[in-house]
């Protein structure tokens, strides 16, 4: 891919703010490129970071069409950055824009932009204690018209913020509410897709329990309300008995999230048991109710784990028996260490960035 790197003026050069939130402060540059069906992908460039203008009738905003991603770049002990399984966001991507019937950027050039505009911005991985830079690739519909139709045109873009952890709290337990009104996704919808809709979705629930004392929502399924499928925007995790982790399967409503994988290839070599099955929430109340649900966590590229202390369901709140427990912060240790370089990767899944000294 040949990206275009325009200069940064006087006024566009911001410094690393302290402290560190979530997604709150961005970088100085942004990368993006425009498809068209008669130049493909093209106009490839990292510019000073800016606003998009668009015409109030681009489809976007109408009909929702638009995918998007999140992973990280850590600052190594050695000074350099790693990115953790990259390559898996840039296939997702190019997933979920099929489902919504876009085109995706080639999944090697979007990981080229990725590594092109960290580099560009290095010094914007801050090396704070679980500090990252986080990454945010979208694609979006730019075809300007009112018209219920699949855009023939695309914007694609990517923006980095320097994050603080994602729960300001540290790692510390969250209460989960159980949804029995709404759901999040359904066989045959667009729920393993990553699109802002299925996320916009969730708001109501999730701002109706906050006042309740919960921070997250936990998802059923959509026909019997019974199966256990997502958190917030995180995976689930279910520990038995202080060694066997379970974990919903995928069912093409839940998110195929990098870290829930991460979780199932580490686990085993770290002594654990895992399980992928189909969990019946009444059986997951009463397994924490009599102690053999010892741990219940989330997984996520903005937590990495998080931990659960109760979960509320019809009035009612179950509380985990050990909130953080040992096992997800034996996971949390190890995953991190892996991402940030503290300790040998024996599975491949970083790509090392060197910046100069």
Do not use: C
């Not at 945010?136 to 730019?142: E, K, M, Q």
């Not at 990517?158 to 999040?184: C, D, M, Q, W």
Request: net charge neutral.
């Amino acid at each position: 891919m040949q990206i275009v790197i325009e200069p940064l003026g006087p006024n566009a050069r911001k410094p690393l703010a302290e402290p560190l939130a979530f997604g709150k402060v961005f970088t100085n540059r942004m990368f993006w490129q425009k498809y068209t069906p008669e130049l493909g992908w093209h106009d490839a460039r990292i510019s000073p970071y800016q606003p998009l203008v668009l015409d109030p009738a681009t489809l976007v905003f109408h009909y929702g069409q638009e995918v998007f991603e999140g992973t990280k770049a850590y600052r190594r002990p050695d000074g350099h950055i790693n990115l953790f399984r990259p390559w898996e966001n840039t296939n997702r991507m190019a997933r979920s824009a099929q489902r919504m019937a876009m085109v995706a950027p080639d999944p090697e050039s979007h990981l080229e932009a990725m590594i092109a505009l960290v580099r560009a911005e290095h010094e914007w991985v801050p090396s704070g204690a679980n500090e990252s830079l986080y990454i945010r690739p979208t694609l979006i519909a730019a075809d300007v018209s009112l018209g219920l139709s699949a855009s023939r045109t695309y914007l694609h873009y990517i923006i980095l913020s320097p994050a603080a952890p994602y729960f300001g709290n540290g790692f510390k337990p969250v209460s989960v509410h159980v949804s029995t009104e709404y759901v999040r996704a359904v066989r045959g919808g667009t729920g393993a897709a990553k699109t802002g809709g299925n996320y916009a979705a969730s708001l109501l629930e999730s701002e109706r329990v906050k006042p309740l004392g919960y921070q997250q929502v936990l998802w059923l399924d959509a026909i019997e309300r019974r199966y256990v499928e997502e958190v917030g925007a995180m995976n689930i995790a279910f520990v038995y008995n202080g060694r066997r982790i379970v974990t919903p399967a995928l069912t093409g409503t839940i998110l195929e999230g990098i870290t829930r994988d991460s979780v199932l290839k580490l686990a085993p070599t770290l002594g654990y048991e895992v399980e992928e099955a189909r969990l019946d929430i009444h059986d997951v109340l009463r397994d924490i109710a009599s102690g053999e649900i010892t741990e219940v966590f989330g997984m996520g590229t903005a937590a990495v784990i998080a931990p659960v202390d109760r979960l509320g369901y019809a009035g009612k709140d179950y509380f985990v028996r050990q909130a953080p427990g040992p096992i997800a912060q034996h996971l949390l240790q190890a995953l991190t260490d892996i991402q940030y370089g503290r300790a040998p990767d024996p599975f491949n899944w970083t790509l090392k960035i060197e910046v100069p000294s």
